[in-house]
């Protein structure tokens, strides 16, 4: 069981924003920074956003993290076809539990 | 260039042993901690264990305390789970992945992921 909640799908057409929400509490996204990972189908995942809304090297600016309190959320703007894909967010807690549940991303 | 390989992963019996491999390349692997996590079939990702850069410090998840055990070598620039007492609850695709620290969410590199199939 997850401690970090998301919802299992979300869907948008091509060139629109969507957002993905992961909530948690004190123990976690609270105290810790939150990390957000992209899985396309059948690789591994990849490192989307580091410390709440950084972007490694390479990851376009259109998706964004932010955080506030126990919530953080990843925007991803002019949605493309490509970023059909599972989305999981990560923050440390001392129970190891440290992903989300995952969400779906479906590109209409 | 960072690589991380995996091996080890196969088909064991409920109650066998099996030991993966995570082969690193393309960094000073004793710099960095080093983790597992692993996906079962259809969901999501789960973490497994963690190793501080000079495998001083260890961490397990609940679910696998007792019977895994990860370890590295950093003269040979490799990882290791070793598992045992497995479960079908085991089954999944196995990854390494390089972390900044030992008790983190950042994880830049992932290997490409070795599966372990628990059955008889």
């Known amino acids: 069981q997850s401690v970090l909640t998301q919802p299992p799908s979300a869907s948008g057409t091509p060139g629109q924003r969507v957002t993905i929400s992961c909530s948690g509490s004190s123990s976690n996204i609270g105290s810790n920074y939150v990390y957000w990972y992209q899985q396309l189908p059948g690789t591994a995942p990849k490192l989307l956003i580091y410390?709440?809304?950084q972007r490694p090297s390479g990851v376009p600016d259109r998706f964004s993290g932010s955080k506030s309190g126990t919530s953080a959320s990843l925007a991803i703007s002019g949605l493309r076809s490509e970023d059909e894909a599972d989305y999981y967010c990560?923050?440390?807690?001392?129970?190891?539990?440290?992903f989300g549940g995952g969400t779906k991303l479906t590109v209409l | 260039e960072v690589q991380l390989v995996e091996s080890g992963g196969g088909l064991v019996q409920p109650g066998g042993s099996l030991r993966l491999s995570c082969a690193a390349s393309g960094f000073t692997f004793s710099s960095y901690a080093m983790h597992w996590v692993r996906q079962a079939p259809g969901k999501g990702l789960e973490y497994v264990s963690a190793i501080s850069s000079n495998g001083g410090s260890t961490y397990y998840a609940n679910s696998v305390k007792g019977r895994f055990t990860i370890s590295r070598d950093n003269s040979k620039n490799t990882l290791y789970l070793q598992m045992g007492s497995l479960r079908a609850e085991d089954m999944a695709v196995y990854y390494c992945a390089r972390g900044d620290y030992i008790l983190t969410g950042y994880y830049d590199y992932w290997g490409q992921g070795t599966l372990v199939t628990v059955s008889s």
């Open positions: 990560a923050a440390w807690d001392d129970s190891l539990r440290v």
């Open positions: 410390r709440n809304n």
